[in-house]
Nanobody, 126 residues
Framework: QVQLVESGGGLVQAGGSLRLSCSAS????????MGWFRQAPGREREFVAV????????SYVDSVKGRFTCSRDNAKNTVYLQMNSLKPEDTGVYYC???????????????????WGRGTQVTVSS
């Protein structure tokens, strides 16, 4: 019944911007950590960003710091990833994830999340 649906992916030129959205249903994820991961062809899924359960802290992988911003709107049960100054290396399928229980510490590993979206493709051309 719990479902996460990503949207907002697409094809952009290097240096461009894109905003991803993740809408949740089946459960209200207020007080749950929610994050973003990405996977490039032939690569392992990697952590990108996380918004903590209280919505007052964010953490990012070093390669996107200063360019990506993760935020959430609890009233809409939605989490966002604003991506600026995109690089070809950012290309991949982006997945939204939600923790399986509320509260708790920051979650950086894929095994710390219980629910996943199907992903949205982001392609950055040079």
């Amino acid at each position: 019944q719990v479902q996460l649906v990503e949207s907002g992916g697409g094809l952009v030129q290097a240096g461009g911007s894109l905003r991803l959205s993740c809408s949740a249903s089946g459960r209200t994820f207020t007080n749950y950590a929610m994050g973003w991961f990405r996977q490039a062809p032939g690569r392992e899924r990697e952590f990108v960003a996380v918004r903590n359960w209280s919505g007052d802290r964010t953490s990012y992988v070093d390669s996107v710091k200063g360019r990506f911003t993760c935020s959430r709107d609890n009233a809409k049960n939605t989490v966002y990833l604003q991506m600026n100054s995109l690089k070809p290396e950012d290309t991949g399928v982006y997945y939204c994830a939600a923790a399986g229980s509320p509260y708790g510490r920051m979650r950086y590993g894929a095994d710390e999340y219980a629910y996943w979206g199907r992903g949205t493709q982001v392609t950055v051309s040079s």
